[in-house]
């Protein structure tokens, strides 16, 4: 059973753009949100996390939205570059275990 | 600094074949983790190890076996390989502060292709 939904599948901006990728669940045993970025041949790296004591966390061009009571967090990216083209995946982890729970993934094209 | 390194990065098996996918890490983290990549799915853990001697089962543990042969290495065995098993395999480790997983470290990934 899929516990975090990750939308949209796929997504394309023009360069300067703002892509924005949703996440929601449904565990609310989970405290801990990272985004993961993954290019092509390569395996995931870990972008930017929050955990659900924020609402939002910046960090460069990229930003994290959190919303607690809709169990929904986000990735903002601001000024979209050819270069941030990559697979976007969020995940969920619950408190004291090793267990990532993955979203489906957002294929993230940026349009020179 | 390496940091996760996996063995082979592609393999392709007949079904039945038997293989195992290696990986080492050199960042003396004690949790390690298997993961399958399939396309619309994301990625699903197969299996992990908190610590040296311990194992337990993921999401999608069925077909598979690991051994924690030292902190530094965690392998994964087919020991009968299925079409289904077909996937980009990503070995992870990680480290803990006060019971808090902390960011995954990812290895670049073996693609395992089953016919």
């Known amino acids: 059973q899929q516990q975090v939904k990750q939308s949209p599948q796929s997504l394309i901006v023009q360069k300067g753009g703002i892509s924005i990728i949703n996440c929601a669940y449904e565990?609310?045993?989970?405290?801990?949100f990272p985004w993961y970025q993954q290019f092509p041949g390569k395996g995931p790296a870990l972008l930017i996390a929050?955990?659900?004591?924020?609402s939002e966390k910046k960090e460069g061009r990229f930003t994290i939205s959190f919303n607690k009571s809709a169990k929904q967090f986000s990735l903002h990216i601001m000024d979209s570059q050819p270069g941030d083209s990559a697979t976007y995946f969020c995940?969920?982890?619950?408190?004291?275990?090793?267990?990532?729970?993955f979203g489906t993934g957002t294929r993230l094209k940026v349009l020179a | 600094n390496a940091g996760v390194t996996q063995t082979p990065k592609f393999q392709v098996l007949k079904t039945g074949q038997s293989m195992t996918l290696q990986c080492a890490q050199d960042?003396?983290?004690?949790?390690m983790y298997w993961y399958r990549q399939d396309p619309g799915m994301g990625l699903r853990l197969i299996y992990y190890?908190?610590?040296?001697?311990?194992?337990d089962k993921g999401e999608v543990p069925n077909g598979y076996n690991v051994s924690r042969l030292n902190k530094r290495e965690f392998s994964l065995r087919l020991e009968s390989a299925a079409p289904s098993q077909t996937s980009v395999y990503f070995c992870?480790?990680?480290?803990?502060?006060?019971?808090?997983?902390?960011?995954?470290?990812f290895g670049e990934g073996s693609r395992l292709t089953v016919l």
């Open positions: 992870a480790s990680s480290n803990e502060f006060r019971g808090i997983t902390g960011e995954l470290f």
């Open positions: 565990n609310t045993a989970f405290d801990y």
């Open positions: 929050i955990r659900p004591d924020v």
């Open positions: 995940a969920a982890s619950p408190s004291g275990t090793y267990k990532y729970i």
């Open positions: 960042m003396n983290h004690n949790s």
């Open positions: 190890s908190a610590s040296e001697g311990t194992t």
